[in-house]
């Protein structure tokens, strides 16, 4: 690029930094005048030149050196398939949609498509293809300004865009997320990569080879950490300990037990918290023998009733298996020591300790003395930590209960959770029950355990309840944030049952102001967002020859 007659071009080494020539440009540069643009008459056609060259820096996604460092090595081949044009022509549509990228203020019908950029990198990173190395810098840009897409966004990336982050500050992030600075997770049969890794890596490498080597080999996870436990900092050995829940099995018992005495009580507690998640630990034995002390059956009432005897101290032995003795504000001590055995005893324990009673036949059943919130509250955690679908379900009970749930689900959050260990179809037949007989105006974190795309029963039920709830003239900016769900998350398949939906209502009396021309809005952007999810995915599709024509064979 060339300047004008008689202006020397800025060279890389004193090009002015960005902000400084948007500075200049706005004030004008007879008031001031960035370092490396010479002033005077000539400095208005330096400053776009200075402009137009750092434009092209930032495009390029390398910041500019000085001219005497050495040039940096060639990057690294991508050996996985290219994106099919059509998925790369989508991928710079969805990144220009981007937060800053010019396309602020009301989209009305208009698909958000940043937010659909999480579907496309999981579709994309599925498939195992690459990216086209120019969209690189945006996709880097991209998973700078939202911390939820850097996985998903640097695995699609690949090698590449690490080799670009070791040139550009602002994409250093990249390099702190990757094992090793930048190179792939060492294989299986690399022993003395992991073991270099795990010795000399940062804290943040040293968690992440961790908790791939337990994925695909739980015991040499294990090992591995053994290896170096007595010399771990307190902070390093409770995010280490906490990585043994991935693969966690009877063989991690031994070390778990040992870490019961370990000296910072955090990684006590988190120990302890992973035996009680096995049933057969011993732990799990003697919270059992102490829970089942506390909670019996009185068979001397008309109606067999649970009768709960808290403890009254927390003894060392409480202590050490993890019981802490120190209740939160508010909370009477011994309901807070009682709760923390129930909850790490096995379920298992209580139909053999209450006559043989199943998980509906224990919950029917009256509690004593105002204990029944607590016991039941205890068994909802011990559900969701052990893993046990039987209980949830009971927990649970049916989606069209009057408060939408079972005796101890006390809040929407415990009922996602108990959700969470069903199998998907189940999941989804429950929340399509609760929306069908409560409306959505509590379902939003419910839905939000719901496998992607959403099964028909549970995309007909928000439908039709979003449905009911324009047709009442309810209040439509309420239901802003399912509607938003529901375009990521139903499945494009249901585009074709809005159709009725998108004419604007006739508002009544006592309906909000514009309400109806919102759900109009909203039903249309809603549509449109579901017809354009099925053509990206149809965009990974190879192209297919139209019929009768030959493919011409490649040069």
């Known amino acids: 690029m060339t300047a004008a007659k008689g202006t020397p071009v800025t060279t890389p080494a004193t090009s002015p930094a960005w902000e400084e020539l948007l500075t200049a440009a706005l004030l004008g540069t007879d008031r001031r005048t960035p370092e490396g643009v010479p002033r005077g008459r000539a400095a208005p056609g330096a400053l776009l030149d200075a402009a137009a060259a750092e434009t092209v820096r930032r495009r390029a996604g390398l910041r500019p050196g000085r001219a005497a460092a050495p040039r940096p090595e060639a990057a690294p081949a991508d050996p996985r398939p290219a994106l099919p044009p059509a998925a790369a022509r989508r991928l710079a549509l969805l990144l220009a949609d981007r ?25 994309a990173n599925t498939r195992g293809l690459a990216p086209p190395a120019e969209s690189l810098p945006a996709l880097l840009d991209a998973a700078r300004a939202r911390t939820d897409l850097r996985p998903a966004a640097l695995e699609f990336a690949g090698p590449r865009a690490l ?54 080999d739980a015991d ?5 950490l053994v290896s170096t436990w007595p010399t771990e900092r307190a902070e ?42 096995l049933p057969g630990s011993a732990l799990a034995a003697r919270m059992a023998v102490r829970a089942g002390a506390c909670v019996s059956v009185d068979r001397t009432r008309d109606t067999p009733t649970i009768v709960v005897e808290a403890p009254h101290e927390c003894d060392p032995g409480m202590e050490r298996d993890g019981v802490s003795p ?30 043989g009673r199943t998980p509906r036949e224990i919950l029917a059943l009256p509690v004593a003395d105002d204990w029944l919130g607590e016991l039941h509250a205890a068994w909802c955690r011990a559900a969701v930590r052990q893993r046990d679908a039987d209980w949830s379900r009971a927990l649970l009970g049916a989606p069209s209960a009057p408060g939408a749930g079972g005796p101890g689900a006390v809040s929407l959050a415990e009922r996602a959770k108990l959700l969470g260990t069903l199998p998907v179809g189940e999941r989804a037949a429950w929340v399509a029950g609760f929306i069908a007989a409560h409306g959505l105006s509590e379902a939003f974190q419910l839905l939000g355990v719901c496998a992607v795309p959403w099964a028909e029963p549970l995309g007909r039920s928000v439908v039709d309840a979003l449905n009911i709830a324009r047709d009442a003239g309810s209040y439509p900016w309420s239901f ?11 499945d494009p398949s ?15 009396e006592d309906a909000s102001p514009g309400a109806g021309s919102y759900w109009a809005e909203a039903f249309q952007r809603l549509g449109s967002t579901l017809r354009l999810r099925a053509v990206m995915r149809a965009e990974f599709e190879p192209a297919s020859p139209l019929p009768g024509v030959t493919p011409r064979p490649a040069a």
């Not at 001590?333 to 790490?344: A, H, N, T």
């Open 494 to 508: 249901e585009a074709s049952r809005l159709d009725g939906l998108l004419a604007v209502p006739d508002e009544p």
């Open 480 to 490: 802003s944030g399912v509607m938003g769900l529901a375009e990521r998350c139903l």
């Open 163 to 216: 080799w670009l982050a070791r040139l550009n500050p602002d994409w250093r992030f990249a390099l702190r997320a990757t094992p090793g600075g930048g190179g792939a997770l060492p294989g299986p049969r690399e022993t003395e990569r992991i073991a270099k890794l795990w010795r000399e890596g940062l804290f943040a490498e040293r968690v992440a080879v961790l908790s791939a080597l337990r994925a695909r």
């Open 236 to 277: 390093d050995r409770l995010m280490f300990v906490d990585s043994l829940r991935t693969g966690l099995g009877a063989r991690d018992e031994p070390f778990l037990e040992q870490a019961l005495t370990d000296r910072s009580r955090t990684v006590r507690a988190t120990a302890a918290e992973l035996l009680s998640a």
């Open 99 to 123: 937060p800053g990228a010019g396309t602020a203020g009301r989209r009305g019908t208009a698909p958000d498509l940043m937010e659909l950029l999480p579907q496309w990198l999981q579709t």
């Open 326 to 355: 120190k209740p939160p504000a508010g909370r009477g001590e011994r309901s807070w020591w009682f709760g923390q055995l129930v909850e790490s005893a096995p379920l298992a324990t209580w139909p053999a300790r209450l006559g």
């Open 220 to 224: 040499a996870g294990r090992e591995l």
